[in-house]
Structures are given as C-alpha cells and as structure tokens.
C-alpha cells in the first residue's frame, strides 16, 4: 500500500474510534441518566440496553436489547438482541414500544443519535474498505510486466516509455 494511502487509512481508523468512543460515552450517559430518572420517579421498568460488540477486527455493531428477567433469579436479566432491519442505521420507534415512561423518550433520544454514529461509521469503513480494495488493485496493475508492443511489424514504445512522455508535456 502507498505511504499516501496508509495515511489516509490511518486516519479513518483513527475517526473510527473516536466514534466508537463517542458511542461508549453516550451509552454510559445513558445508564447515568436512567438512573436518575428511576431515583426522580421511582419507575423501576428500564428494560432497554446498548451493546457494542466487535464483529470483526475493523468493524464493531452498536445495537439495543431488550433486558428480560430470569426465570427464578432475582435481579438478573438476559439480553435479548432487537432486530433492526438489515441496512438501516435507525431503529424504528416501534422497536421500543415495550419501554415504558419515562424511559421511551430516553431511549428514543439516545437511539437517534446513536443512528448518526452508525452511519458516519458506517460510511467511514465503506471508504476504508474501498480504499484497500483500490489500493490492491493498483498495486496488481503497477506489477504487471508492460513490456514492449508489437503491431504488424513496427515497434510501439514501451508503456514506461510512454509514461516518461507523458510526464514531459
């Protein structure tokens, strides 16, 4: 890969973890605000999580489950993963119907920009990946042997040859 492209996929990865982090912050800011919110009102129904999970070495998923209780466990819940739709970067408001007031427009908050960090993100490994593949491609092209060709007998220049010219104009 070119020094030039390794920069600039240096870069993305860089912007790809600061939205990552942007990410664990609003989710934590989201466990603290619930927790206000259950001292405020005493509605002990939040029942909606956000996970970010690796899903491959340069790619992470940020999606919500839903919190459900153990059968015969006190205090202990098992997150149940919430479809999305594949493609999308928002979940639907109905995905969240099971969430009670005054957790329903938390969540809602919190998913909408969650959704904005999924895109960008999205689009960020897009380029990424885009950029390699491109990368591949030229650097297959650049081992290519571009020797000399022949047509009907007369010699046309070389591919370096014509290369050289053109950097003369």
Same mark, same amino acid.
């Given at each position: 890969m070119s020094k030039e492209a390794q920069t600039i996929v240096t870069l993305l990865d860089q912007q790809y973890e600061q939205l990552l982090a942007d990410a664990r912050c609003l989710v934590a800011s989201y466990v603290d605000a619930s927790m206000k919110l259950y001292k405020k009102t005493g509605v002990k129904s939040v029942v909606a999580g956000v996970s970010i999970k690796q899903v491959s070495p340069n790619a992470y998923s940020i999606y919500w489950c839903k919190l459900v209780p153990l059968q015969g466990q006190k205090n202990k819940f098992a997150p149940l993963t919430i479809a999305k739709g594949n493609g999308k970067h928002k979940y639907p408001a109905s995905s969240f119907e099971f969430v009670? +007031?005054? +957790? %329903?427009?938390?969540?809602?908050? !919190?998913?909408? %920009?969650?959704?904005?960090? %999924? %895109? !960008?993100a999205s689009e960020n490994r897009q380029l990424r990946r885009t950029l390699v593949a491109y990368e591949k491609k030229l650097s297959r092209y650049q081992a290519l042997n571009h020797g000399d060709l022949y047509s009907g007998g007369s010699r046309l220049s070389t591919y370096k040859q014509c290369r050289t010219d053109l950097t003369r104009l």
């Open positions: 009670e +007031y005054p +957790y %329903r427009h938390l969540v809602l908050q !919190v998913e909408g %920009r969650l959704a904005e960090i %999924r %895109r !960008v």
